[in-house]
């Protein structure tokens, strides 16, 4: 069973554009929401994490809006670059029970 | 800090053969996750183990993984005999506790002929 569940399976932006990946969860227990970016031959690496407490969380060009009564949290990359091509994992956990659940990943390529 | 660091980063084996990937996760670090990566499945959560004691290994395909995690700085996935559908890449992440972040190793890439 997909605790989490993420889309597209993949994306392509033109360069300057707004990439906009979606995750949604059904165990309201969770109250940790990590967005984890991947590159070719490495491990995931932590990019932005929320908390249920607040509705948006931004760093930089990326920005995590989330929807508690929805159930739903997306990422969006603004002003895409090349060098964003990736693949990025929503995933959601229970502090007390420290255990990640991941969704299946979202391929993204920014085209120059 | 040196991270995670897993080995072997490689590792063509033929099938039967028993594989160990090992793992050495972020000093300071009391959780400890394994993880297999495939194309079809994604992130999957095999075990995780809490100051080295395993807390959920509900992941595991079969018996014919084990891990193991006998201190605080070292932590073994085997797989006896190994199988062609074993094929994927294999994450070890650790953390600290509460505070969420997962730090993840390369990964140790599995080739099962």
């Known amino acids: 069973q997909q605790q989490v569940k993420q889309s597209p399976q993949s994306l392509i932006v033109q360069k300057g554009g707004i990439s906009i990946i979606n995750c949604a969860y059904e165990?309201?227990?969770?109250?940790?929401f990590p967005w984890y970016q991947q590159f070719p031959g490495k491990g995931p690496a932590l990019l932005i994490a929320?908390?249920?407490?607040?509705s948006e969380k931004k760093e930089g060009r990326f920005t995590i809006s989330f929807n508690k009564s929805a159930k739903q949290f997306s990422l969006h990359i603004m002003d895409s670059q090349p060098g964003d091509s990736a693949t990025y994992f929503c995933?959601?956990?229970?502090?007390?029970?420290?255990?990640?659940?991941f969704g299946t990943g979202t391929s993204l390529t920014v085209i120059p | 800090d040196a991270g995670v660091i897993q080995s072997p980063r490689h590792e063509v084996t033929e099938m039967g053969q028993e594989v160990t990937l090992r793992c050495k996760p972020i000093?300071?670090?009391?959780?400890l996750f394994w993880y297999r990566q495939t194309m079809m499945r994604g992130l999957e959560l095999l075990i995780y183990?809490?100051?080295?004691?395993?807390?959920?290994d509900s992941g595991m395909p079969e018996d014919r993984f084990s891990a193991k995690m006998p201190n605080a700085s070292f932590s073994t996935l085997k797989i006896q005999p190994s199988e062609p559908r074993d094929s994927a890449v294999y994450f070890c992440?650790?953390?600290?506790?509460?505070?969420?972040?997962?730090?993840f190793g390369e990964g140790s890439r599995l080739t099962v002929l």
């Open positions: 995933a959601a956990s229970r502090n007390t029970g420290n255990q990640f659940y």
């Open positions: 165990n309201t227990a969770f109250d940790y």
């Open positions: 992440a650790s953390s600290r506790g509460a505070e969420g972040e997962l730090f």
């Open positions: 000093s300071g670090h009391n959780s």
């Open positions: 183990f809490n100051n080295n004691v395993p807390i959920d």
């Open positions: 929320i908390r249920p407490d607040v």
